[in-house]
C-alpha cells in the first residue's frame, strides 16, 4: 500500500485552508497547515511535505519570498502558488523560482486534482 502524500498549505485565511484541507483528505492526503509566510518555512522544514499550496500574500513573510526559502531549504521542492491577486509578474515570479503551477483562486476541484497528479509525477 502507498503511503499518502504529505501535503503543507499556506493561507492566512483559515476558511481557505479549511476547504483545501478537505479536498486534500477526500484525495487520500495528509495535510498540514500553515497562517503565514514564516510559519510555512518552519513547517517545510519539520514535516518535509511532498508537496505545497501556498497563497502569494500573507503576513510575515509573503508567498514568493517563502518560496525562495523553501527551494534553499530544498531545490527539489513541489509548491503551486495560489493567489486571488494573481498579476502577471507574481505568476512569472513564481515559476521562474520554481513553482510548478500556479491557481488563481477561487478555485475548483478539478485544478485541485490536477495539481496533486502533477506533485505526484515530480515524485517518480
Known amino acids: 500500500m502507498q503511503k499518502p502524500l504529505k501535503i503543507l498549505i499556506s493561507d492566512d485565511s483559515l476558511l481557505l485552508r479549511k476547504k483545501l484541507r478537505e479536498e486534500l483528505e477526500k484525495l487520500g492526503c495528509q495535510v498540514f497547515e500553515a497562517k503565514d509566510g514564516q510559519e510555512v518555512i518552519e513547517a517545510y522544514s519539520r514535516f518535509r511535505p511532498d508537496g505545497v499550496f501556498m497563497d502569494i500574500v500573507m503576513p510575515k513573510a509573503n508567498g514568493i519570498d517563502a518560496l525562495k526559502k523553501i527551494k534553499e531549504i530544498d531545490p527539489e521542492a513541489r ?13 512569472l515570479e513564481a515559476l521562474k523560482l520554481g513553482a510548478i503551477d500556479f491557481i488563481q483562486k477561487p478555485y475548483n476541484s478539478s485544478q485541485i486534482v490536477k495539481a496533486v497528479n502533477d506533485i505526484i509525477r515530480k515524485e517518480s
Open 79 to 91: 509548491v503551486i502558488m495560489l493567489s486571488s491577486t494573481g498579476t502577471a509578474v507574481n505568476l
